[in-house]
Structures are given as structure tokens and as C-alpha cells.
């Protein structure tokens, strides 16, 4: 594996195996990796001949400063990972080199997505996913784009950005890996303790609960029986909607249409997000 730290040399790297037609994928983390990152570098692997990683924790997407200052960081395990799986390429740059002195920050067109759910309770936040992912992908000029379903959302947000400045990327949005026990993976959960670890499956259990009764039971009595579930675990409920695959609220139930699930809560000082497609009219998952 090859690891550039300064996106210039990437940049005249990338140009010279692009006279050879060659395919890159490439994958975006923060960090912190876990097998759900690894999942998509394998996916990567398997569709390209080139592979890219980048390690970048973004100060542009935290609206808690304390968050970012909290964000777990295991950079020599992540490189352990990354070359025992086969990636090809990792990007580690600094915060100048993402967002150096000349540059221009945008206002990025994201329409409700950003007044509704994480954009909603996260002020700023796709701004500034927006902001990085757009930079990177000038970098590392990719085929495919690698997302993980467990940020919904944000794979929403960032396919419009791709659409509307027209960036000749394909994007790829891979299922949600879990633990054994359910929990989706992330990297937050290394900040849970053993008692939150624990408590956090029911996040997951909520969303199967919603999946066995979506047809069951009124939305208003399903989301109140999910939201007193997780409070009494000692979660800080944010949103547990029920949404359309657009993540337009729905009010009423059909088998005919896709339905998705989605939860925000925080135990202790972790705040976790997941979701769930609970009744799929496309039958792709």
C-alpha cells in the first residue's frame, strides 16, 4: 500500500495510471475503521483496478466541538487493517491540505434534506459533508464512490451534490454491517462502555420491532412504544421516524411502497444513528 499524506502528489500520481484506462474505486472514513469500512474496500477491490482509501476526521462536518475533539483515532491499527485487506492507495492529508488558505467554501443546494432528521438536529452538518467529500473527490478523481447504508442520509446528500455539479462519479451504497449481536458497526461504538455497549443493541431492536409491526400497528402508537424502549435504556431520543424512501414522513402504511426506518439517540456521551429499509416495494434489498 502507498500512502500519500499530500493530495498534489496523489493528484500527479493518479494522473499518470490514468493513461493505462485503469478503474479506481474509492472509500472515505474518518477512521477509526471496522469491518463495515473494510467491507467496502473489499467491494473495491473486487470492481476496481485501483483501490483508495482516505483517512480524514473533517472539522467541517462536526457541529459539536467537542465531538470532533472526542473522535476515536487508531491510525496505525487502520493502516494494519488496510494493508491486510488490499488497499492500494491511502490518503492521511492535514486540515491545509483539505481546506488551504485560498480556498473557497461553497453553499451547497440540499433542499429539505437539510432541514429534516440529522440535518435538522445537526446545524451545518451536510454543509460540511458536502464541503470534504466534493474536495476529495477532486483529489482522488474516482470511478465509483463507496457509502455505507448505515448513514442514509448522507448517502442522499451526497448523491444530490454528485447530480448537481455534475461529477462523473458512479456511487455505490453498500448494507450495514452489525455485530454479532445486531449493533451496527461504527466507530463511535469505541467509546461506549460495556453497560452502553449493551444498551445500544436497542436501537436495533427497536428498528426489528418496527419491522414486525409496521402493518400492526398505528405509526403514532409504534414510534411511542420505540421512543419509551430506548428511554428507559438511558437513551437522549432525538428522532425515531418512519419515512418513504425519499425520507418524505409517511402517515399512513402500504405494502406497495418502500419504508424506511430511522434512529438518532445518545447514551452517555455517544450519540448513534441507524435505520433500517422495514418493507421494500423494490425488493432490491
Given amino acids: 500500500m502507498i500512502l500519500f499524506k499530500r493530495p498534489d502528489d496523489l493528484v500527479d500520481f493518479i494522473q ?3 493513461k493505462s484506462l485503469i478503474k479506481i ?19 473495491s477491490k473486487s470492481e476496481n483496478d485501483i483501490t483508495i482509501c482516505s483517512i480524514f476526521i473533517n472539522p467541517t462536518q462536526f457541529n459539536n466541538p467537542s465531538d470532533f475533539e472526542k473522535y476515536p483515532v487508531s491510525i496505525e491499527t487502520d493502516i494494519e487493517q ?26 451547497f443546494e440540499l433542499g429539505y434534506l437539510e432541514t429534516i432528521l440529522e440535518g435538522k438536529h445537526r446545524t451545518g452538518h451536510f454543509q460540511g459533508v458536502c ?27 451526497i448523491k444530490k451534490m454528485v447530480l448537481d455539479l455534475k461529477i462523473p462519479v458512479k456511487i455505490e ?25 449493551a444498551n445500544a443493541l436497542s436501537i436495533y431492536e427497536v428498528l426489528k ?11 403514532t402508537a ?16 432525538d428522532y425515531i421516524e418512519i419515512t418513504d424512501e425519499l425520507l418524505n414522513p409517511i402517515d399512513t402504511t402500504q405494502r406497495n411502497q418502500t419504508i424506511v426506518a430511522m434512529v438518532a439517540a445518545t447514551i452517555g456521551e455517544v450519540r448513534l444513528i441507524d435505520n433500517m429499509i422495514i418493507n421494500n416495494a423494490n425488493n432490491s434489498e
Fill in 16 to 18: 499518470k495510471k490514468r
Fill in 25 to 43: 474505486g474509492f472509500v472515505p472514513t474518518m477512521g477509526a475503521l471496522h469491518q463495515g469500512h473494510i467491507s467496502l474496500i473489499e467491494k
Fill in 82 to 107: 488496510l494493508e491486510l485487506n488490499g488497499c492500494d492507495i491511502l490518503l492521511m492529508p492535514s486540515v491545509t491540505d483539505i481546506y488551504p488558505e485560498n480556498f473557497q467554501k461553497s453553499n
Fill in 131 to 157: 464541503m470534504v467529500v466534493n474536495r476529495l473527490l477532486e483529489i482522488v478523481n474516482c470511478d465509483i464512490l463507496y457509502l455505507g447504508q448505515k448513514d442514509y442520509q448522507q448517502c442522499m446528500v
Fill in 173 to 197: 451504497i453498500m448494507p450495514t454491517l452489525r455485530e454479532a449481536n445486531g449493533l451496527a458497526m461504527s466507530s463511535r461504538n469505541q467509546r461506549l462502555n460495556e453497560t452502553e455497549k
Fill in 209 to 219: 420491532f418496527l419491522k414486525a409491526n409496521i402493518f400492526e400497528i398505528s405509526l
Fill in 222 to 237: 409504534l414510534k411511542e412504544a420505540c421512543f419509551l424502549k430506548l428511554a428507559t435504556k438511558g437513551f437522549k431520543v
